[in-house]
Every structure is written in C-alpha cells, then in structure tokens.
C-alpha cells in the first residue's frame, strides 16, 4: 500500500469527526436564535477549522521522505515543522473544547437579573396596588395593561 493509501485510512476518523462537527454547529446555531450562548457556535467552528487543518495537514506530511531524498531540510529542521505545526493545531483544538465546556456549564444555570432588580415572577397582568409616595389611579382609567370597558367621555370645550 502506499502512503497515499494510509494516510487516507488515517483521516476516516478525522471526516466523522468534521461530519459531527458540521452537525453540532448546525445544532448549536440554531440553539442560538433561541437565545443560547454564541460560546457552542464559536467552539464548533474551531473545531471543523481545526479538524480540517489536520486533514489537509496529514496529507501534506505524506511527502516528508521527498523532503528529506531532496537534501533541502534536515531531520531536525522537519521535526521543527512538524512542531511548529502540531502545537497551534492542538491548542486551538483545545481551546475550541475548553468553549465547548463553559458553554455547556453556561446552559445549565438559569439567566441572572441585573443586580437590585428583582425577577418577574408575579402573574402577568395582575392589577397592583398603589406604591408609596404615589397618588391611587382616577377612577374611570383603567390600570396599564388593562382593556378598556367604558371610555371617559370628552367634555365640550367651554
């Protein structure tokens, strides 16, 4: 078999792993016009940004012995490309996990009100009574929210 061929093999996992990728993001994006943290879509992006680097990455790598027959770069200077290739790919894929973590503990808690601020929790509608310091509601007007039953008739200007 030729290197062609196994390095084929080798990036199966790597297509089903941008095929759940594709998946996750279609997912995540439209949990996101519901209101969900933008966290999961920028972390599934990553990772099929990522995942196919490392396709076309392992690929490109198929032609190491013609880089080393041509006598242009010596083992330490490829072992210092691959390096410098491998770091960057990991640690973007790791950062794309780490997304997808504090996405996921994000999704679990309930949204926070804003401080001094107490949530709504009363029934919608519900008629409350006068505040402190507040004259009652004239008689006749109904409360903000309220239908209407009887309008105030205008009176003729005098």
Avoid at 11 to 17: A, D, F, G, N, S
Avoid at 48 to 70: D, K, M
Wanted: no cysteine.
């Amino acid at each position: 078999m030729s290197t062609f061929t196994f390095a084929s093999i080798d990036v199966i996992p790597r297509v089903l792993q941008l095929v759940v990728g594709l998946l996750g993001l279609i997912l995540s994006v439209k949990a996101r016009s519901r209101g969900v943290s933008g966290l999961m879509v920028g972390a599934f992006v990553l990772m099929l940004v990522t995942t196919a680097a490392g396709i076309v990455w392992r690929f490109v790598s198929v032609n190491v012995p013609a880089w080393v027959s041509s006598g242009n770069l010596s083992a330490d200077e490829i072992q210092l490309i691959f390096m410098g290739v491998g770091i960057p790919l990991d640690a973007v894929a790791l950062l794309s996990w780490l997304l997808v973590a504090i996405a996921v503990a994000k999704s679990g808690h309930p949204p926070r009100h804003q401080a001094g601020f107490a949530p709504n929790t009363g029934p919608v509608n519900y008629p409350m009574g006068t505040q402190p310091g507040f004259q009652s509601p004239q008689a006749g007007y109904p409360q903000p929210g309220q239908p209407q039953s009887n309008p105030p008739t205008q009176q003729p200007p005098n």
